[in-house]
């Protein structure tokens, strides 16, 4: 089966779990994404010096997730070329013969924590948006920094997921990495920096995760907020 027809059975189950995936285009979708980022950070203590929107929301695409009317995750999409806070924050020393032009930040994931729970049915449902819009655009690779948890999350998708080395922090990572302390402190030291080559995902992997998880899974009106950072 390719991709396509995967994709396309894989929108299918998530809509019948209720589950809706919308690009923020209004004023409305985009403060359900500040409003969940606003209560992850602060109910996990990452709110150091962070502003809901913050400088990099005016350019980047925001995907939300919504389960009964009630937003349950949150990603965006940024140009690096732009300005992506995630590669500002630690100066990644990017390989010479990949333009900066190709490469689009995956971060800013947020999910309810009774969401979470069902270990990466939402995650899933932003991934294959995000994907889908990062094609579409010319875009070739994600940027991300994260956990390990959470790129291995990424390598279940795609195993080529590169770790990528730093540069020596620049004036700017320092004061990203100031503004975004409390979070930088706790796993600043375990975070790393990766770039995920967009044309070798494979959507079987992404199902397979589903159905090994599938009994698993309790869709649920959200009650209580956590957070993943990538």
């Known amino acids: 089966m390719t991709n396509t027809t995967i994709g396309f059975l894989l929108k299918k189950y998530i809509k019948a779990c209720g589950i809706t995936v919308t690009i923020a285009t209004t004023e409305a979708d985009r403060n359900d994404a500040f409003g969940l980022r606003k209560n992850v950070y602060e109910s996990a203590n990452y709110s150091s010096q962070l502003n809901y929107p913050d400088e990099y929301d005016a350019h980047s695409i925001i995907i939300n997730a ?19 806070f995630c590669f500002d924050l630690c100066n990644p020393n990017i390989p010479e013969d990949i333009p900066l032009s190709e490469i689009i930040e995956y971060g800013t994931l947020v999910v309810d924590k009774a969401f979470r729970k069902s270990n990466s049915l939402i ?23 994260s956990i390990p948890q959470q790129i291995e999350h990424f390598k279940k998708i795609n195993p080529h997921c590169t770790i990528l080395e730093t540069l020596p922090p620049t004036p700017k990572s320092l004061e990203k990495q100031q503004r975004f302390r409390d979070y930088f402190e706790q796993y600043g030291v375990v975070s790393k920096p990766f770039l995920f080559e967009l044309d070798k995902v494979n959507y079987l992997h992404a199902i397979l995760l589903l159905i090994k998880n599938s009994f698993k899974r309790n869709i649920s009106k959200p009650n209580n907020i956590s957070t993943r950072i990538a």
């Open 123 to 145: 995650f899933i449902a932003l991934t294959e948006a995000a994907f889908q819009y990062s094609i579409s655009n010319h875009f070739k690779y994600w940027y991300g920094f």
């Open 66 to 84: 919504y389960k009964d009317q009630h937003i349950v995750g949150s990603m965006r999409l940024s140009s690096i070329n732009k300005g992506a």
